[in-house]
C-alpha cells in the first residue's frame, strides 16, 4: 500500500496520541473505579444507585461529551483533556460494576480465614480480596480497552488528532487508502492493549499459574 | 500451550513497544499535525483548518511558507466549522486560519450589505473582533454555490437561483448543518429568493455526503463550493447568483493580532498575491480527485512561485 | 447552562415537525430496531449451532473479539465510500449506517447465545437423552430455554449499544437523535447537542427496562426460581 508507506510516520504518531488518549483513562478509570466498586460491595445498599448511575454514564454518546466537557470545565476546545476526561468517565462507568462483581466473588470463608488470621481490614483487601478479583477486573479492563479504542476515534469529528482522523481526512476526499490503514491500525491497536493486560494479569496472579503446573 | 516466560516477555514486549509509540505521537515536533497541547512558544504559530480538503490544503500553503521563512508552526487541521474554530481562535487554541471574506464578515456582522470584492474586505475588517485581524485579500475566490443536476436544470429550465422560486416546495435542498440556521443558508435563500422547499436534507460541507445525495437524487439541489471538482466531474449546474446572497467571498488569513509581525505578513500576503481563483482549482483537484498529501501540493505550489 | 438545556427540551417547537423530538426518536429506534432483528437472526442461530455442536468455537470466538474492536465511525465511513455510489435512493445512506450498527450488535448476541448453550447443565441433557430426545429436539426443548437468561442478556447488552452508537447515522445525514448531536455541534447550539445526548441516554435506559420486563416474562420459572402460587 503505498500511502501507507508515504505517511508511516504520520500514522505512527496519531497512533501514539491514540494509546495516550485511550490508554491513560484505562489507567486513571481503574483507580478510581476501585473505590467505588470496594463501596458498591461492601455497602450492598449502594449497589443499584452506583450501577445503574454509572450505567447511566456510558450511554452518554461519545460525541455529545467531548463537546460539553469544555463548557462544564472551562478548557480550551481543541484541548485532548476533553477526550481523556471523557474517556476516563466511560472507564469508570465499565469498570465499577466489574470492581464489584469481583470483589463480590471473592468467597466468604476466604475473607473469613484472612480475618482469623489477623488481618485487618484494609491489608485483607490488599493482600487478599483484590489479588483474588483481578482475573474479573481485568476481564472487565480488557473489554473497556477495546471500548476506548474505539470511542476515541470519534474525537476526530471535533478536530482532536488520533487515528480517527484517517477517518475523517479520507472520507472527505473519498480517499479510501487513509480509512482502511484507520481501522487496520485501531484493531491492531486494541489488541496490543489486549496482550498487555492479559500479560500483566498473568504477572499478577502467580497462583492460577501454579495450578496448571501442578495439574 | 506457550511457556509462561514466552507469554510474559510477549506482554512486556508489547507494552515496551506502546510506550515507544506513544512517546512518538506526545513528542513536541512542530511540524507534526498531531501536535502537542502543550502552550505553543512565543513566536510559534498555531495554523489550524476547517473540516474541507481545501481549507486544510491552503492552511498547509500557510504553514509551508511561514516554516521557509522560519516561523516555527503548528498545525491543528480539519477542526470543524466556523462556530468551532472561531471560539479556538479566540482563546488562544490556534492563531491562524485561512478564511473567506464574505461569509466572515457576515458571521461577524449580521447586516453585512457589501457584495463586491472591495466592499465586502472594507465591512468585514471593521466587523471583527479588537483581537482578530485580516491580512491582504487574495483574488482566489471560493463561494458557496446552489448546484443541481444538468437533468435537472433541463427539466425546469434552470439558469439561476430564482429560478427555483415557482418549483422549490417540491424540491429538497442538501447542504451543511450549520446551513440550517446561517444567514447565508435556507434563511438567506427564503429572504432574498423568497425560497421555501419541501425540506432541507443536513448532509456535510460540500463533501461525499453532499455529491453522493445529488447525484442519487436524495436532494433535487445542493450546496457545493465553486473550486469542487466533483462539479465538472459530474456535470453539474451551478445556478447563477444575481442577487448575490453569496457576496465576494475571497481567500483571506484571518490572525490573532498580536501574533502578526512583518516576517508573517510578507510570508501570507506574497501568498495571496500569487493565488488566484483557477490555481486554487487546480490545487484542490490535486488533493480531491488525484488524491494527492495536501502537505506534498502546498508544497509544490510553493516551490513552483518561490515562496518555500 | 442546565436551564438553557432544559429551556431547550421544554420547548413545543422542538416536538413537533419533521425535525422534531417524537419523529427523531421514532427514526432512532427503527434504525436500532432493524439493526438488532438482523443481527439477531444471524446470531442466534450460529451462537446456538457452536454451542450445541462445539465446532468452530475457537473461530468464531477470535473473530467476535476482532469485530468488538473495529471503530463504528471507520467502518461507517468506509460503508458509505464503498457502497453508496453502488446504490441509489434513500438506501445508499441506509445501507451503511446499518451495517456498521449490526456488525456492533452480533457480537454480544453471538457470545450469550453460544455462552447460554454451553452453560446448560450436563445433568439437564443427561435427563433429556434419558427421555428419548434427539439432537435438535434437545436444542429446541431443553438447550434453548436453559440458556434464554445470557441469551437475553446478550440482547440487551447489545441494544444498548446499538441505541448509543445509531446516532452515528447522523454523520451520514441520516435522521435519529445523533441529529441532534451532529446539528447542534456544527453551530456551536450546546443546548441541542446536550438535550440530544440525554435523550438518547433516557432512550437506552427506557427501552433496558422494557427489556429487563420482557426478560423477566420470557425465561422459565423453573430458572428463575419464581414461582406463583403453589395450590397443593
Not at chain 2, 473540516?51 to 498547509?60: G, H, K, Y
Not at chain 2, 468585514?124 to 454555490?145: G, N, Q, R
Not at chain 2, 419541501?198 to 445542493?222: E, H, W
Request: net charge neutral.
Amino acid at each position: 500500500m503505498t500511502w501507507l508507506r508515504g505517511h508511516f510516520v504520520d500514522v505512527l504518531s496519531l497512533a501514539g496520541q491514540h494509546i495516550y488518549l485511550a490508554g491513560v483513562p484505562l489507567v486513571l478509570g481503574l483507580l478510581i473505579a476501585l473505590p467505588l466498586g470496594w463501596l458498591a460491595c461492601r455497602y450492598k445498599v449502594l449497589y443499584p444507585f452506583l450501577i445503574i448511575g454509572t450505567g447511566l454514564l456510558y450511554t452518554i454518546p461519545s460525541l455529545a461529551l467531548f463537546i460539553m466537557l469544555p463548557l462544564l470545565l472551562g478548557t480550551h476546545v481543541l484541548d485532548p483533556t476533553n477526550v481523556l476526561i471523557a474517556m476516563t468517565i466511560y472507564t469508570v462507568a465499565l469498570l465499577v460494576r466489574t470492581v464489584a462483581d469481583g470483589l463480590g466473588a471473592v468467597p466468604d470463608e476466604v475473607n473469613q480465614s484472612a480475618t482469623a488470621m489477623g488481618y485487618k481490614r484494609g491489608r485483607r483487601f490488599v493482600s487478599v480480596e483484590l489479588p483474588l478479583a483481578v482475573p474479573v477486573i481485568s476481564a472487565g479492563l480488557r473489554v473497556a480497552a477495546v471500548s476506548n479504542v474505539s470511542i476515541v476515534s470519534v474525537a476526530s469529528l471535533i478536530g482532536v488528532p488520533q487515528l480517527g482522523s484517517l477517518f475523517t481526512d479520507g472520507f472527505n476526499r473519498a480517499f479510501l487508502d487513509p480509512i482502511i490503514v484507520g481501522v487496520v491500525a485501531c484493531v491492531l491497536l486494541a489488541l496490543l492493549f489486549d496482550v498487555t493486560i492479559l500479560g500483566v494479569t498473568r504477572l499478577a496472579t502467580p497462583w492460577q499459574r501454579a495450578g496448571e503446573a501442578s495439574s | 500451550m506457550m511457556m509462561n516466560r514466552t507469554r510474559i516477555a510477549l506482554a512486556l514486549a508489547a507494552s515496551a513497544a506502546m510506550l515507544a509509540v506513544a512517546s512518538c505521537g506526545s513528542s513536541s515536533d512542530p511540524l507534526a499535525s498531531g501536535g502537542s497541547t502543550k502552550t505553543a512558544g512565543a513566536g510559534t504559530i498555531v495554523v489550524g483548518s476547517a473540516n474541507f480538503p481545501e481549507n486544510a490544503l491552503l492552511a498547509e500553503i500557510y504553514a509551508g511558507a511561514l516554516s521557509a521563512k522560519g516561523v516555527t508552526v503548528e498545525k491543528k487541521l480539519n477542526i470543524g466549522s466556523r462556530e468551532t474554530y472561531i471560539p479556538a481562535l479566540k482563546d488562544g487554541s490556534i492563531d491562524l486560519i485561512p478564511e473567506y471574506t464574505g461569509v466572515l464578515s457576515q458571521y461577524f456582522n449580521k447586516n453585512a450589505k457589501a457584495t463586491d470584492a472591495a466592499g465586502v474586505y472594507a465591512e468585514l475588517k471593521a466587523a471583527l473582533p479588537a483581537t482578530l485581524t485580516v491580512l491582504d485579500k487574495s483574488a482566489a475566490e471560493d463561494k458557496d454555490s446552489v448546484v443541481v443536476t444538468k437533468a435537472t436544470a433541463d427539466k425546469y429550465n434552470l439558469k439561476t437561483i430564482a429560478d427555483l422560486q415557482p418549483i422549490a416546495k417540491d424540491l429538497t435542498l442538501g447542504g451543511p448543518p450549520e446551513w440550517k440556521t446561517r444567514p447565508t443558508g435556507v434563511p438567506g435563500l427564503k429572504k432574498l429568493y423568497n425560497l421555501d422547499f419541501k425540506t432541507f436534507r443536513p448532509l456535510d460541507a460540500g463533501g461525499p455526503l453532499s455529491v453522493q445525495a445529488l447525484k442519487n437524487g436524495q436532494v433535487d439541489a445542493v450546496n457545493l463550493f465553486t473550486t469542487d471538482p466533483s462539479i465538472a466531474a459530474n456535470g453539474f449546474v451551478v445556478l447563477d447568483d444575481p442577487k448575490s446572497l453569496f457576496a465576494a467571498q475571497n481567500v483571506v488569513p484571518l490572525i490573532t493580532k498580536s501574533k502578526v509581525n512583518d516576517t508573517i505578513s510578507a510570508a501570507l500576503n506574497a501568498i495571496s498575491a500569487k493565488l488566484d481563483t483557477a490555481t486554487l482549482g487546480a490545487l484542490v483537484k490535486e488533493v480531491v480527485v488525484d488524491k494527492k498529501d495536501p502537505a506534498a501540493v502546498a508544497k509544490e505550489f510553493l516551490t513552483t512561485n518561490g515562496l518555500g | 447552562m442546565i436551564n438553557r438545556i432544559l429551556a431547550w427540551l421544554t420547548d413545543g417547537a422542538h416536538w413537533q415537525g419533521d425535525d422534531g423530538i417524537l419523529r427523531r426518536v421514532v427514526e432512532h429506534m427503527e434504525y436500532s430496531v432493524a439493526a438488532l432483528v438482523i443481527a439477531a437472526l444471524i446470531a442466534i442461530p450460529l451462537g446456538l449451532y457452536i454451542g450445541h455442536t462445539g465446532r468452530g468455537r475457537f473461530l468464531v470466538v477470535n473473530a467476535v473479539g476482532a469485530a468488538r474492536a473495529i471503530p463504528s465511525l471507520g467502518l461507517l465511513f468506509l460503508a458509505f465510500l464503498w457502497l453508496g455510489p453502488r446504490l441509489s435512493g434513500d438506501i445508499a445512506f441506509l445501507a451503511p449506517a446499518g451495517l456498521v450498527l449490526i456488525v456492533l450488535a452480533i457480537p454480544p448476541i453471538l457470545s450469550g447465545a453460544y455462552a447460554g448453550v454451553e452453560g446448560v447443565e450436563p445433568a439437564a441433557r443427561d435427563a433429556a437423552a434419558g427421555m428419548g430426545m434427539r439432537g435438535t429436539e434437545v436444542l429446541r426443548h431443553v438447550e434453548l430455554p436453559c440458556a434464554l437468561p445470557l441469551i437475553l442478556s446478550g440482547i440487551r447488552s447489545a441494544m444498548l449499544q446499538v441505541i448509543a452508537t445509531a446516532t452515528i447515522a447522523a454523520v451520514v445525514g441520516l435522521g435519529g437523535l445523533g441529529r441532534f448531536l451532529i446539528d447542534g455541534l456544527a453551530v456551536r447550539d450546546t443546548p441541542q447537542t446536550a438535550s440530544g445526548a440525554i435523550l438518547v441516554a433516557v432512550l437506552a435506559l427506557v427501552v433496558d427496562m422494557v427489556l429487563a420486563l420482557v426478560q423477566r416474562s420470557v425465561v422459565s420459572p423453573g430458572l428463575t426460581g419464581r414461582y406463583g402460587k403453589v395450590s397443593l
